[in-house]
């Protein structure tokens, strides 16, 4: 499973070389720092990648992730990878564009990719770039799964996993009425009761 | 491999679906969109996904 986060990305380059660090950990950050020669000489022989596309900082989705292109590169090192891009709804580039990046992974029937987002929240301020992306998604996104909230687990979790402090046994006496009161707000966010434990450095 | 899907909670079915996406026999030519409200456990649930997937899949080898 490769997972990106998307949050603040710009192009489809950035795309590219998050998707590069997160397959190669140790020499993904390091672009910049290591001599371009001494980096492609690494990946071919590792590899086996060309990796010339990532000459003068440019980088090719294609070339990283090993896709056939027309000059009929058929290095497909890394079949049936799984690839989640997190935070879809908070890059910084068009959702409609990441589709388009998206669409070629899985038309060749070897990728997953797993979008994870807001949806609602894709392209809100922008009346245009959200009617461009509902009239995209179809082609790309096949099925949409809606996530619940889990409060009732992740209190009990919050609850046994902090149990040493006087704020975290005032909430386990008091657990059935605060988690009732979490209901009843309905409050979806269980980043919430995470910040429970904090309220005792600030009291 | 094992049907458990306890720890998801109420979003069982979705870890069902992602693994037939994810590992199934049938591939087609889609994405899949993991939908939710801000801090409803997407990130969580996604890793927590793919940490099971691979101790089970460790446990497959101990038993072959």
């Given at each position: ?9 710009q192009?489809?380059e ?9 397959m ?5 950050g390091?672009?910049?720092?290591l001599?371009k ?5 690494l990946?071919?022989?590792t590899?086996k ?5 990532l000459?003068?900082?440019?980088a090719?989705l294609s070339?990283?992730?090993?896709i056939p292109d027309n000059t009929?590169?058929k290095?497909r ?6 690839l989640v891009?997190d935070?879809v709804?908070?890059?910084k580039m068009?959702v ?9 992974l899985?038309?060749?029937h ?5 979008l994870v987002?807001n949806e609602?929240?894709i392209a809100?301020?922008s ?5 461009r ?20 687990r ?5 609850i046994?996993e ?6 975290i046994?005032?909430i ?8 009732d009161?979490?209901?009843?707000s ?6 919430f009761i ?5 309220l005792?450095?600030?009291? | 491999?094992t ?7 109420p979003?069982?079915?979705?870890a ?6 994810c ?9 899949l969109m993991l939908?939710?409200a ?7 649930f996604?890793k927590r996904?793919?940490e099971?997937?691979k ?8 038993w072959?």
């Amino acid at each position: 499973m490769i997972y990106v986060s998307l949050y603040g990305i710009q192009d489809a380059e950035e795309i590219t070389k998050a998707i590069y660090a997160a397959m190669h950990p140790i020499l993904g950050g390091k672009i910049g720092e290591l001599g371009k020669v001494v980096f492609k000489g690494l990946l071919k022989s590792t590899l086996k990648i060309d990796l010339h596309h990532l000459e003068n900082g440019k980088a090719d989705l294609s070339a990283v992730l090993g896709i056939p292109d027309n000059t009929g590169n058929k290095d497909r090192i890394f079949r049936n990878r799984i690839l989640v891009f997190d935070d879809v709804e908070r890059a910084k580039m068009p959702v409609s564009d990441i589709l388009a990046l998206v669409q070629p992974l899985v038309e060749s029937h070897e990728d997953r990719v797993i979008l994870v987002a807001n949806e609602k929240d894709i392209a809100a301020d922008s009346e245009v770039e959200r009617d461009r992306y509902d009239r995209v998604k179809e082609k790309t996104i096949y099925l949409f799964l809606h996530l619940t909230p889990d409060i009732e687990r992740t209190f009990k979790k919050f609850i046994t996993e902090n149990k040493k402090s006087i704020l975290i046994s005032f909430i386990e006496e008091n657990k059935e009425y605060i988690y009732d009161l979490i209901i009843k707000s309905s409050c979806n966010n269980l980043r919430f009761i995470d910040f429970l434990k904090h309220l005792e450095k600030t009291s | 491999m094992t049907d458990d899907y306890e720890w998801a909670g109420p979003n069982a079915n979705i870890a069902k679906v992602l693994d037939k996406y994810c590992y199934g026999a049938s591939r087609p030519p889609f994405a899949l969109m993991l939908d939710g409200a801000w801090g409803c456990g997407k990130t969580w649930f996604i890793k927590r996904f793919f940490e099971k997937k691979k101790k089970t899949a460790y446990q497959t080898v101990n038993w072959a």
